[in-house]
T-cell receptor
Framework: NAGVTQTPKFRVLKTGQSMTLLCAQDMNHEYMYWYRQDPGMGLRLIHY???????AKGEVPDGYNVSRLKKQNFLLGLESAAPSQTSVYFC?????????????FGPGTRLTVL | DQQVKQNSPSLSVQEGRISILNCDYTNSMFDYFLWYKKYPAEGPTFLISISSIKDKNEDGRFTVFLNKSAKHLSLHIVPSQPGDSAVYFCAASASNNDMRFGAGTRLTVKP
């Protein structure tokens, strides 16, 4: 039981390049989330999904797109990377949402945009 | 607009003593509060939570206190151990998918 895994662990991009971050969970969770963590800012929600085939915007969605084609996978895409997107990205999943919502996090992806 | 604030970036305590981490929030709609612990190069892991209908929740060495009127919660760790050294995030949710996190407090427990 691997829990939540993220690929890749590290990535360096040039401004304007695109990339996709992959998140996979093997706990059969309905809900999945993408966060970014910046110094002094805590974790901020980018997008989330309440089930296969559904996605919704979080607190800071601009510049990102997501897809949830399979229940166990949640992809985060950057179409044209900008230096402001340099951050550590965390994926999380949970059985339920709202009150009592314990989220399980992946180990993170450190992205640098030059 | 940071709705969850952890005003102490760092805290250092001696092994065996009490660690008290504080968190303030501004949104009165928050009804569930959680603490996460994060080690370097790992994702956050759930530690303890509390519903707004309670004012205290205890789990072993960890106790969370909620003061709704002051919009304040705190995490007490007694006794503190060197393995507790980590970054602690306070989080709050309002019965939807929007969970807000504080900026974190780095706890160092000295042997």
């Amino acid at each position: 039981n691997a829990g939540v895994t993220q690929t890749p662990k590290f990535r360096v991009l040039k401004t304007g390049q695109s990339m996709t971050l992959l998140c996979a969970q093997d706990m059969n969770h309905e809900y999945m989330y993408w966060y970014r963590q910046d110094p002094g800012m805590g974790l901020r929600l980018i997008h989330y999904s309440v089930g296969e085939g559904t996605t919704a915007k979080g607190e800071v969605p601009d510049g990102y797109n997501v897809s949830r084609l399979k229940k166990q996978n949640f992809l985060l895409g950057l179409e044209s990377a900008a230096p402001s997107q340099t951050s550590v990205y965390f994926c999380a999943s949970s059985i339920l949402a709202g009150a009592g919502n314990e989220q399980f996090f992946g180990p993170g992806t450190r992205l640098t945009v030059l | 607009d940071q709705q969850v604030k952890q005003n102490s970036p760092s805290l250092s305590v001696q092994e065996g003593r009490i660690s008290i981490l504080n968190c303030d929030y501004t949104n009165s709609m928050f009804d569930y509060f959680l603490w996460y612990k994060k080690y370097p190069a790992e994702g956050p892991t759930f530690l303890i939570s509390i519903s707004s209908i309670k004012d205290k929740n205890e789990d072993g060495r960890f106790t969370v206190f909620l003061n709704k009127s002051a919009k304040h919660l705190s995490l007490h760790i007694v006794p503190s151990q060197p393995g507790d050294s980590a970054v602690y995030f306070c989080a709050a949710s309002a019965s939807n998918n929007d969970m807000r996190f504080g900026a974190g407090t780095r706890l160092t427990v000295k042997p």
